[in-house]
């Protein structure tokens, strides 16, 4: 069977993106994974001042601009520091950012869970439609960003994170209001999303307890496995983190095991017929997001599953859902222990410096995003912003292909290849920045 290439167009992720692939004897043989769109939000941020990047910023996307808007402001205050000005948040001003972070991750990964990957599976298996997923989608994330809204102001493109804090100053009715919406979205996960207790859940640790399993994602799991999908997708079996957060410490783990990681030994590199380009730790590729998280942290189910299947569909899938869970425990504790008297922010409004370097990073939905800004005489004179799917969307170099890349190779079907690659979550708007 002669070689054939098939050009595609994949609609209905964050952003757009065309996929060519390569089919040698009935499999897919290569992908090529191109993005069309360029934006400049780097080259627009030259020459502005360094807050001017907490505006801007949170315009590259519209799903994760919180996330961004973190990096942001950890590069100015990691620069300050690089600069003999130590500054040192309030656990309040931490928490606050945490917590509205946090709302984020929630609220994307309920949405590609409703809008991505239930519908796409029930498509590509020919079922029905089981109920009606938008519906679900918009009831959680509408609920969890009123939750985040109650700190940040608005969503999307928060601005209320500043260098040294947080802009808000929250009642304790504030908080019962947030605690309220947060206790709302565990009802939903507990009675829509896995049909048991949110408690009952979080203690699953075996594999063989999956089956306990309920709602819509029990019923995602029982669909993977019985099309004999969970096993397939399998990458490099690489993963890695930048910013600590309560879901994972920094790190990176080759199969099980976990060392420290330097954001400095991190690369770019163009790519030909896309605008996106690709990223390397020490030139080598990585998997960033939920299952690296999972991995890099020692997540006790996501370390079984992945014993068992590796970095395959269902891990990677388990992962990103499982994340909500843990999320929604996390910031339940968390919100009992913000202290309304704390300070808010711990530098004054026009306190600046006009020369530094700073990288920040932040574990955004689709995993470690990267800052890194350079000001002289009080103007960003470089910026450039390292985003989740590059790590796990680029096409690789002459020693290895991509992490989707080598995911989808072996493929029998355009069908199925494109089911794995929306398992990864993919944003073509931040890589196409």
């Known amino acids: 069977m002669k070689r054939k290439v098939i050009k595609k167009l994949i609609e209905k992720i964050e952003g757009e993106a065309e996929l060519n692939y390569t089919f040698d004897k009935g499999k897919i043989e290569d992908v090529k994974i191109n993005f069309g769109f360029y934006r400049g939000i780097e080259d627009i941020l030259v020459g502005k001042s360094p807050k001017d990047a907490l505006v801007i ?8 601009n919180h996330a961004h808007l973190i990096a942001a402001v950890r590069a100015i205050e990691n620069g300050y520091g690089s600069a ?3 500054i040192e948040l309030t ?7 945490e917590f509205t972070l946090s709302c984020e991750l929630m609220q994307n990964h309920i949405k590609w869970l409703y809008l991505t990957m239930l519908p796409h599976l029930e498509k590509y298996l020919k079922l029905d439609v089981t109920g009606n997923h938008a519906v679900k989608a918009a009831y959680f994330s509408t609920t969890i960003t009123k939750a985040m809204a109650v700190f940040a102001g608005q969503w999307p493109h928060s601005s209320y994170a500043v260098p040294g804090g947080v802009t808000c100053d929250p009642t304790q009715l504030d908080l019962m209001q947030a605690h309220s919406l947060l206790e709302e979205c565990i009802r939903f996960f507990e009675q829509v999303v896995a049909g048991i207790p949110l408690e009952t859940y979080l203690e699953i640790t075996s594999v063989s307890s999956l089956h306990t399993i309920g709602g819509d994602f029990g019923n995602l799991l029982h669909l993977l496995d019985k099309s004999g999908l969970a096993p397939r997708g399998g990458s490099h079996d690489r993963f890695i983190v930048f910013a600590d957060s309560f ?5 990176k783990s080759i199969v099980t095991s976990v060392s420290p990681v330097d954001a400095r ?16 730790y020490k030139n080598r590729l990585y998997e960033a ?16 599953l992945h014993k068992r299947y590796k970095d395959a569909l269902i891990t990677r899938i388990f992962a990103r859902i499982h994340e909500i869970g843990r999320l929604l425990e996390a910031n339940r504790n968390l919100l009992s222990r913000i202290r309304i008297d704390e300070a808010s922010c711990v530098l004054e409004e026009d306190m600046k410096l006009y020369e530094f370097e700073g990288t920040g990073a932040v574990e955004a939905a689709r995993g470690s995003l ?25 096409h690789g170099n002459e020693q290895e292909k991509g992490v989707a890349v080598k995911a989808m190779v072996g493929s029998g079907t355009e ?7 929306r398992a990864f979550d993919v944003c073509s708007v931040c890589t196409a920045q």
């Not at 890099?296 to 370390?303: L, N, Q, Y």
């Not at 009080?378 to 910026?383: A, D, F, K, N, P």
């Not at 069908?415 to 690659?421: C, Q, S, V």
């Open 247 to 251: 879901l994972a410490a920094s790190g």
């Open 415 to 421: 069908e199925e290849a494109d089911f794995i690659f």
């Open 91 to 97: 656990g309040k001003a931490k928490q606050i950012r």
């Open 265 to 280: 030994y991190v690369e770019e590199s163009e790519q030909q017929g896309s605008v996106a380009k690709a990223v390397t």
């Open 57 to 64: 910023t949170p315009r590259v996307c519209g799903i994760c």
């Open 84 to 86: 003999g000005l130590k």
């Open 370 to 394: 990267i800052h890194r800004t350079t000001v002289v005489d009080g103007r960003i004179s470089s910026y450039e912003i390292i985003t989740p799917t590059q790590w796990n969307l680029s």
């Open 289 to 304: 997001g939920p299952l690296a998280r999972g991995m890099v942290s020692k997540e006790p189910i996501v370390k079984n």
